[in-house]
């Protein structure tokens, strides 16, 4: 989750065998890492052998002089931790890194849907660590947390220069743990101080409502439940008969990637769905395999510029397709695909393997994806513009 992002392991059921033999789980990162105080990703089985020895003599010197000159003591087990995540930073990708046992245990549960913490979503924005939204009935939510307050420290420990993992797990722990966040809010003179319980967290990925004839399904992440909740709820909008479906993927972070092929075959006939692209060009395809439930039903897709990764390749597949009318704005632009390489002690590497594509081989990293209506996303006060779009153009249907 870095990337300022990141989604997670959960829990391991039936696995995709992915990248030419090796038996993976993909997992997409999100942006700024939206991240439900914890976080997560995929899951790989293999590495990959180095081609070029590095030249440590300087490591070894510095080290040295560290523990003869230093004032304090050095520990060795923390300076072998930074030294690999230094290695990882080295290469210049928001989406790669090494994780220690316990950063991977935090991972591990994001995608499960279940978790201890207050139950906000978080995302790094302009180096801030800033709340995208506390989850209705939280913690976060009834102490007073609000979209878009900043987080200035985390039980007096300023968040300034504070990596997005580090702050969520400063903030989680155990249930009937209380954290104190120091919070700066837009129009407020003062930093507010809040202290929140924590609890145990059960989020579903996926919350839909038929109203007037329409169905609106909201799919907060790509997750372990994402596929059941998701054919349900059209399964439902099958049975109702329903006039028109609207998906909103507005701020979700991604997630698992074999989610994305059977939640778009719900809609398409077998197809691709992406298209992934290695280091040595050559590429693999991921298909939906099974009969669409509602392939002529009117759908619509709500996003916005946190809509990332999996959301992508799920709204990327549907308007190549033109399968679907995308509202809102210009989408995050994630692009590339990591795996969570286990290590030993319990540790993982989480590394970029490859780059996606739609299917008609657009390249999104770093672009998005451009809606077919531009709306801008300013959702305040009840107000909600791209949701309004949407259900103007459904009234206007035959």
């Known amino acids: 989750m870095f990337p300022s992002n990141l989604k997670?392991?959960?829990?391991?059921s039936d696995p995709n065998k992915f990248a030419r033999g090796r038996w993976l789980r993909r997992v997409f990162s999100l942006l700024g890492l939206l991240v439900f105080f914890g976080a997560g990703f995929l899951f790989g089985s293999s590495y990959v052998q180095s081609k070029q020895s590095l030249n440590l003599s300087k490591f070894w010197e510095v080290y040295g002089l560290l523990q003869s000159e230093y004032l304090r003591d050095v520990n060795p087990t923390k300076a072998a931790v930074g030294a690999t995540k230094g290695l990882v930073a080295s290469l210049d990708d928001p989406y790669s890194s090494y994780l220690t046992k316990g950063e991977k245990e935090e991972l591990d549960q994001d995608l499960s849907g279940k978790f201890q913490g207050i139950g906000a979503e978080l995302a790094e924005r302009n180096g801030k660590i800033t709340v995208v939204s506390p989850l209705e009935g939280s913690p976060a939510k009834l102490a007073g947390l609000k979209s878009?307050?900043?987080?200035a420290s985390i039980n007096e420990t300023t968040?300034?220069?504070?990596?997005?993992?580090?702050?969520?797990?400063?903030?989680?722990?155990?249930?009937?743990?209380?954290?104190?966040?120091?919070v700066t809010r837009t129009g407020v003179v003062k930093p507010l101080e809040l202290t929140i319980t924590r609890e145990k967290i059960t989020m579903e990925s996926v919350k839909s409502e038929i109203r007037n004839g329409v169905m609106t399904a909201t799919v907060t992440q790509f997750g372990d439940d994402t596929v059941d909740l998701f054919s349900k709820a059209i399964n439902d909008a099958k049975s109702q008969n329903v006039k028109a479906i609207?998906?909103?993927l507005r701020d979700n972070a991604g997630g698992y990637l074999n989610t994305v092929p059977k939640m778009a075959g719900l809609f398409l006939p077998p197809s691709t769905i992406v298209v992934e692209r290695y280091r040595d060009g050559a590429t693999e395809e991921l298909h939906s395999t099974s009969v669409p439930t509602l392939p002529d039903t009117p759908l619509y897709l709500l996003v916005n510029?946190?809509?990332?990764?999996?959301?992508e390749i799920f709204t990327g597949a549907l308007q190549d397709y033109r399968r679907a009318v995308v509202i809102g704005e210009k989408t995050?632009?994630?692009?590339?695909?990591?795996?969570?390489?286990p290590?030993?002690?319990?540790?993982?590497?989480?590394?970029?393997?490859?780059?996606?594509?739609?299917?008609?081989?657009?390249?999104?990293n770093?672009?998005?994806?451009?809606?077919?209506?531009?709306?801008?996303?300013?959702?305040?006060?009840?107000?909600d513009p791209i949701m309004k779009k949407a259900l103007a153009l459904i009234a206007e249907l035959p």
């Open 8 to 12: 997670s392991l959960g829990k391991l």
């Open 148 to 151: 878009g307050d900043v987080i």
């Open 159 to 182: 968040t300034a220069g504070m990596a997005l993992i580090d702050a969520v797990v400063a903030i989680r722990g155990p249930e009937g743990t209380t954290v104190k966040l120091t």
């Open 246 to 248: 609207i998906i909103d």
């Open 305 to 311: 510029k946190n809509s990332a990764s999996a959301a």
């Open 332 to 341: 995050y632009g994630k692009g590339v695909v990591q795996e969570i390489i």
């Open 343 to 364: 290590l030993s002690g319990q540790a993982a590497l989480r590394l970029t393997v490859a780059e996606w594509l739609t299917p008609k081989m657009r390249q999104i």
């Open 366 to 383: 770093d672009k998005g994806l451009q809606p077919s209506v531009k709306v801008t996303d300013k959702r305040t006060n009840g107000a």
